[in-house]
């Protein structure tokens, strides 16, 4: 599966985005997907991942209540709105898939088999 990330930008703070994740290739409705950031200097970090077939989400602690994903397997994309957002927000947001058809969701990113190309995000304060 090949994705392709993007809608990252500048915002500041409190401000909204919606990154997209677009996917091509055979099989995508049977991936999970996860979205992960990277800001300058620190590790690669779990941002939120769905299942297969959305029946399961999953948030890291600091963004649950503001950031909400989703997906539409027909349209092979799946999505991340960012609200009220915050400086330490700003990052490289990378999107990820791995085969999983089953309702689980994947946090780790040793997991993840396919990536995209990450777009950026900076919120200023």
């Known amino acids: 599966v090949q994705l392709q990330a993007s809608g990252g930008g500048l915002v500041q703070a409190g401000g909204s985005l919606r990154l997209s994740c677009a996917a091509s290739g055979y099989g995508f409705s049977n991936n999970a997907v996860g979205w992960f950031r990277q800001a300058p200097g620190k590790e690669r970090e779990f941002v939120s991942a769905?299942?297969?077939?959305?029946?399961?989400?999953d948030y890291r602690d600091t963004v649950k209540g503001r950031f909400s994903i989703s997906r539409d397997n027909a349209k092979e994309m799946v999505y991340l709105q960012m609200n009220s957002l915050r400086p330490e927000d700003t990052a490289i947001y990378y999107c990820a898939a791995v085969y999983a058809p089953h309702n689980i969701v994947v946090v780790t990113t040793g997991e993840y088999v396919d990536w995209g190309q990450g777009t950026e995000v900076t919120v200023s304060s």
């Open positions: 769905i299942s297969f077939n959305g029946g399961m989400t």
